[in-house]
T-cell receptor, first 115, second 115 residues
Framework: GQQVMQIPQYQHVQEGEDFTTYCNSSTTLSNIQWYKQRPGGHPVFLIQLVKSGEVKKQKRLTFQFGEAKKNSSLHITATQTTDVGTYFC???????????????FGTGTRLKVLA | EAQVTQNPRYLITVTGKKLTVTCSQN?????MSWYRQDPGLGLRQIYY???????DKGDVPEGYKVSRKEKRNFPLILESPSPNQTSLYFC??????????????FGDGTRLSIL
């Protein structure tokens, strides 16, 4: 079945270092969303990428969508303690059998920032 | 305040005792979904609904039922809970499940323990 793999599973960084998480899908995605979940909280939407090769920035966060629309990355420059949490990608897949869409979440990358 | 409300937040119960987790959203969203979150597995979709009276299986539907009789409510039913359904459950909604895709808004989560 369709899968979205996310690496790494865990990442510990020193405050001020950069961080990157990668998502790879076994199937072409219609779009990809990124979410952040703080410890003990619920996922919160960060951004959506739709176009092949798209790059979007939010302050220190840079999001990329691959040319083949099968992979994506989130890069954080100069991490801060407020960046702590788990980052999920969610790929949207069109189901030809039902004419509907479903989301498949990656397994998440847990980021710990050491002050 | 726009929100997705889940109840209960925590529940400890025993094998075989039917339970319902309620989910309600006040944003007039068409798309609603249930996920379970387990360590190392990320968020896995249980069921989703594109609109009233339209529901579809996600990736892990076994042992669960849902209904969508009203736009705002999307209850998750465990007819005969088993210990392998012990998990953290999230309900989510978005404006639409079609078109270009919309951000998903998550509830605060329901932690279920089945003994």
């Amino acid at each position: 079945g369709q899968q979205v793999m996310q690496i790494p599973q865990y990442q510990h960084v020193q405050e001020g270092e950069d961080f990157t998480t990668y998502c790879n899908s076994s199937t072409t995605l219609s779009n990809i969303q990124w979410y952040k979940q703080r410890p003990g909280g619920h996922p919160v939407f960060l951004i959506q990428l739709v176009k092949s090769g798209e790059v979007k920035k939010q302050k220190r966060l840079t999001f990329q969508f691959g040319e083949a629309k099968k992979n994506s990355s989130l890069h954080i420059t100069a991490t801060q303690t407020t960046d702590v949490g788990t980052y999920f990608c969610a790929g949207r897949i069109y189901l030809t059998t039902s004419g509907t869409y479903k989301y498949i979440f990656g397994t998440g990358t847990r980021l710990k920032v050491l002050a | 305040e726009a929100q997705v409300t889940q109840n209960p937040r925590y529940l400890i119960t025993v094998t075989g005792k039917k339970l319902t987790v309620t989910c309600s959203q006040n944003m007039n969203h068409e798309y609603m979904s249930w996920y379970r979150q387990d360590p190392g597995l990320g968020l896995r979709q249980i069921y989703y609904s594109m609109n009233v009276e339209v529901t579809d299986k996600g990736d892990v539907p076994e042992g669960y039922k849902v209904s969508r009789k009203e736009k705002r409510n999307f209850p998750l039913i465990l007819e005969s809970p088993s210990p392998n359904q012990t998990s953290l459950y999230f309900c989510a909604s978005s404006l639409s499940g079609t078109g270009g895709g919309q951000p998903q808004h998550f509830g605060d989560g329901t932690r279920l323990s089945i003994l």
